[in-house]
C-alpha cells in the first residue's frame, strides 16, 4: 500500500493505480538512491551496499513476510519521567482541561507566516494548555496558552496523565510514541511516509487528519474538538496500545536478541531464502513464462501448420477425384 490513501482492502482499479504508482515511485528511489545514498552506505559498511540492502520498513498493513523480517516497531518508547520544572508548572496550571502537545519533527523548522497564525488562532480557542515545538519566528495570533518551545520531551510529555491529544505530522517515532502511552491525534502529514502513517491511524480509528496547507482554524479546532471529546477515538488508541503492550519481551530486548542471534549464527543465512539471489525477471517468473509461452506458441504453431497441410493434401485429393470422374 502507497500513500495514495489506500487501505489494505483495494479494489481492481485501485490496485492498478497503486502498482503503477509504486513502480514510479521505485524507479525514482531508485535514481536518487544511487546518486545521493549508496556511496555512503557503502563507506560506512566498508564494502560495496545499497540503500536498499539496508532500509525496511516497520510500519506497514499485516502481509506475509519471510523469517528473516522480525519487526521491533517502538523499540525507543519507555515509559514517562518526570517533566523539567518549568514545563511541569505549565503543565499543571491547565487544570482538568489537560494539554495538546504539538510538534512537526526535528526536519521541520518553520512554517510561512500565514500557516503558523493559523494555527496558532485555532489553539488559541481551546481550553487545553499547548506546547508547541516551534522555531521560526513567532505568530501573531499567539495567545497565553499557547507556549513554544525549541525543543520538548516529547515521549514524556505524551506519557502526562493530563496530556489529551498529539498534533503530529505522522513520523514512525511520534506514531509509536502516541500508540504506546494511548494518545489520540490530529494528523498534519508534510511528505515521504508521513501520509500514509496518518492514514493509518485514521483509518484505525485513532486520529483525524488534515491537509496543513488547506486547512483553516476552524477546521484544526474542530479535529481537536473532536478527538478529545468523542470518546471513541480515545477506546481505539487505548486498542492499538493494548496490542503494543501484549508482547512476550519489550521491542528493545527483542532487538538485541536478534542482533546477537545473527552475530552468533555468522549472519544468520539460515534464515534467507534463495529469491534473495534471484534476479529481477526470475523473481517474477518472467523467464519461465517466456519459455512456457515459446513452448505453446510452438506447439500451437505446429498444430496449425500440420492441420494446414492435412487440409490441403484432402482438397488436392478431392480435386483429383472429381476431375476423374
Known sequence: ???????????????????????????????????????????????????????????????????????????????????????????????????????????????????????????????????????????????????LYEWIPQNDLLGHPKTKAFITHGGTNGLYEAIYHGVPMVGLPLFADQPDNMNHMRRKGAAVMLDINKMESKDLKEALTDVMHNSLYKENIMRLSQIHHDQPMKPLDQAVFWIEYVMRNKGAKHLRVEAHNLTWYQYHCLDVAAFLLSITALVMFIFVKTCSWIFRKCLRRTTTKKKRE
Open 1 to 147: 500500500v502507497t500513500d495514495l490513501g489506500y487501505s489494505d482492502h483495494m479494489g481492481f482499479l485501485q490496485r492498478v493505480k497503486n502498482i503503477l504508482f509504486q513502480f514510479s515511485q521505485d524507479v525514482l528511489f531508485t535514481l536518487v538512491s544511487v546518486v545521493k545514498w549508496d556511496y555512503l552506505f557503502t563507506e560506512v559498511m566498508g564494502k560495496p551496499t545499497t540503500l536498499c540492502e539496508t532500509i525496511g520498513k516497520d510500519f506497514e498493513y499485516p502481509r506475509p513476510f519471510l523469517p528473516n523480517f522480525k519487526f521491533v516497531g517502538g523499540l525507543h518508547c519507555k515509559p514517562a519521567k518526570p517533566l523539567p520544572k518549568e514545563i511541569e508548572a505549565f503543565v499543571q496550571s491547565s487544570g482538568d482541561d489537560g494539554i495538546v502537545v504539538f510538534s512537526l519533527g526535528s526536519m521541520v523548522k518553520n512554517l510561512t507566516k500565514e500557516r503558523a497564525n493559523t494555527i496558532a488562532s485555532a489553539l488559541g480557542q481551546i481550553p487545553q494548555k499547548v506546547l508547541w515545538r516551534y522555531t521560526g519566528e513567532k505568530p501573531d495570533t499567539l495567545t497565553p496558552n499557547t507556549r
